[in-house]
């Protein structure tokens, strides 16, 4: 982003343009919040404040209809009940901005949550299940608002306190930290008070940990490459040199040329492995988190065999059943590992290992079953260690 004046550098303007927008609606909140709560308390008697009360929940509605008429009073609810509407949409707009952006990309959510309208209905269904569930009752989702924007406040004032800290900015950091920790006191104290802030957010957090829990293991047998580039210009001629031919795909642990000839030698002596083999090695990721991954391949020949180094994969047995798809061999290779199965499987969704044999089967045949047209099928052998 350059400089609308200079052409160069950051707009500076427009940051302290909106840095004197936000100074000045936190004043302006500040004196009303302040002069709100004064006002609330000295002229509303304690009897019309308690729950029950006809100002309960709404004492400057009761002060506008007592003190200036029923006229003002209604254009007041009306102004009010606008502004909610406003304030809805707004954290409606946040969450349509923010769900799509990281759900799916941990594989956390279907690929329906990528789509605002599907993702609508589905923040409405659970608006409505929690104004429903506490029978909508102000003091009690009251509660729950105010936990959330001490939460959203205390975080960002942490985050920020954290950020100049890093710049050097101690004086200043400092500062930051004393507002976070004048919000997680306050924070503490209205969890203590208002515990339903604290049910309905646990809720929601057990409710969408669970869902993206199953909606990761649901998805976790798709082919998850995203992206593919080559490292140089013979890899790519290599590539498809290789591709639609008559070969033999045999995914490897190590990757080293004494692993491949003696493997090659053990397939050709006791298999019908005819024609060039492929030897595949694939390395994950340092960050195994993101759902998909974009491949980066290195494809070299020896001894009138091929070898494909993968780097940057979220899974390993993904990947071999994406190559498996993009090059069509007559057979692959999968070696057991003869280990725990449930120990493998975690291993599988956490950190894309686990039992690859098995796993490449079951995605192929997915892939198979959710496509219409005919591929071409390899034979495929789950050899013991």
């Given at each position: 982003?350059?400089?609308?004046?200079?052409?160069?550098?950051?707009?500076?303007?427009?940051?302290?343009?909106?840095?004197?927008?936000?100074?000045?609606?936190?004043?302006?909140?500040?004196?009303?919040?302040i002069g709100s709560s004064l006002v609330t308390t000295t002229?509303?008697?304690?009897?019309?404040?308690?729950?029950?009360?006809?100002?309960?929940?709404?004492?400057?509605?009761?002060?506008?209809?007592?003190?200036?008429?029923?006229?003002?009073?209604?254009?007041?609810?009306?102004?009010?009940?606008?502004?909610?509407?406003?304030?809805?949409?707004?954290?409606?707009?946040?969450?349509?901005?923010?769900?799509?952006?990281?759900?799916?990309?941990?594989?956390?959510?279907?690929?329906?949550?990528?789509?605002?309208?599907?993702?609508?209905?589905?923040?409405?269904?659970?608006?409505?299940?929690?104004?429903?569930?506490?029978h909508a009752s102000v003091e009690a989702q009251g509660g729950?608002?105010?936990?959330?924007?001490?939460?959203?406040?205390?975080?960002?004032?942490?985050?920020?306190?954290?950020?100049?800290?890093?710049?050097?900015?101690?004086?200043?950091?400092?500062?930051?930290w004393l507002v976070a920790a004048l919000l997680g006191y306050?924070?503490?104290?209205?969890?203590?008070?208002?515990?339903?802030?604290?049910?309905?957010?646990?809720?929601?957090?057990?409710?969408?940990?669970?869902?993206?829990?199953?909606?990761?293991?649901?998805?976790?047998?798709?082919?998850?490459?995203?992206?593919?580039?080559?490292?140089?210009?013979?890899?790519?001629?290599?590539?498809?040199?290789?591709?639609?031919?008559?070969?033999?795909?045999?995914?490897?642990?190590?990757?080293?040329?004494?692993?491949?000839?003696?493997?090659?030698?053990?397939?050709?002596?006791?298999?019908?492995?005819?024609?060039?083999?492929?030897?595949?090695?694939?390395?994950?990721?340092?960050?195994?988190?993101?759902?998909?991954?974009?491949?980066?391949?290195?494809?070299?020949?020896?001894?009138?065999?091929?070898?494909?180094?993968?780097?940057?994969?979220?899974?390993?047995?993904?990947?071999?059943?994406?190559?498996?798809?993009?090059?069509?061999?007559?057979?692959?290779?999968?070696?057991?590992?003869?280990?725990?199965?449930?120990?493998?499987?975690?291993?599988?969704?956490?950190?894309?290992?686990?039992?690859?044999?098995?796993?490449?089967?079951?995605?192929?045949?997915?892939?198979?079953?959710?496509?219409?047209?005919?591929?071409?099928?390899?034979?495929?052998?789950?050899?013991?260690?």
């Amino acid at each position: 982003v350059r400089d609308e004046t200079s052409g160069d550098g950051p707009p500076l303007e427009r940051i302290r343009g909106t840095q004197r927008l936000m100074l000045t609606a936190a004043l302006l909140m500040s004196a009303l919040l302040i002069g709100s709560s004064l006002v609330t308390t000295t002229l509303v008697p304690p009897l019309e404040m308690a729950v029950g009360g006809k100002a309960s929940g709404r004492a400057l509605s009761w002060l506008a209809h007592s003190l200036l008429g029923e006229a003002f009073g209604g254009i007041y609810d009306v102004s009010t009940i606008v502004i909610l509407w406003f304030a809805g949409a707004s954290a409606m707009a946040g969450l349509l901005n923010l769900l799509p952006r990281y759900l799916p990309r941990f594989g956390m959510a279907p690929r329906w949550a990528q789509y605002a309208r599907p993702l609508v209905l589905v923040l409405l269904a659970a608006d409505l299940i929690v104004t429903w569930a506490f029978h909508a009752s102000v003091e009690a989702q009251g509660g729950a608002y105010a936990t959330g924007v001490l939460v959203l406040l205390f975080s960002a004032a942490v985050a920020v306190a954290l950020a100049i800290g890093k710049e050097g900015r101690r004086l200043r950091a400092g500062l930051f930290w004393l507002v976070a920790a004048l919000l997680g006191y306050t924070l503490v104290d209205n969890v203590l008070e208002r515990t339903e802030g604290v049910i309905i957010s646990g809720v929601f957090i057990l409710v969408i940990l669970t869902l993206s829990t199953l909606s990761r293991w649901r998805r976790s047998t798709e082919l998850r490459v995203e992206e593919f580039e080559f490292t140089d210009e013979v890899s790519r001629l290599l590539w498809f040199a290789m591709k639609d031919k008559q070969v033999n795909l045999v995914p490897l642990r190590s990757n080293d040329s004494k692993s491949r000839r003696d493997k090659a030698a053990f397939l050709r002596k006791h298999y019908r492995a005819d024609g060039a083999m492929i030897f595949l090695h694939v390395e994950l990721a340092d960050d195994t988190s993101d759902f998909q991954s974009t491949l980066r391949a290195r494809v070299t020949e020896e001894d009138d065999d091929f070898v494909i180094e993968f780097s940057g994969a979220v899974a390993i047995a993904n990947t071999i059943a994406w190559c498996s798809e993009q090059l069509d061999p007559i057979a692959i290779f999968l070696e057991l590992s003869q280990r725990d199965p449930l120990w493998q499987a975690f291993r599988y969704l956490l950190w894309g290992e686990g039992e690859i044999g098995l796993l490449v089967y079951q995605i192929l045949v997915r892939y198979w079953h959710s496509t219409a047209e005919d591929d071409v099928r390899p034979l495929i052998f789950l050899i013991s260690e």
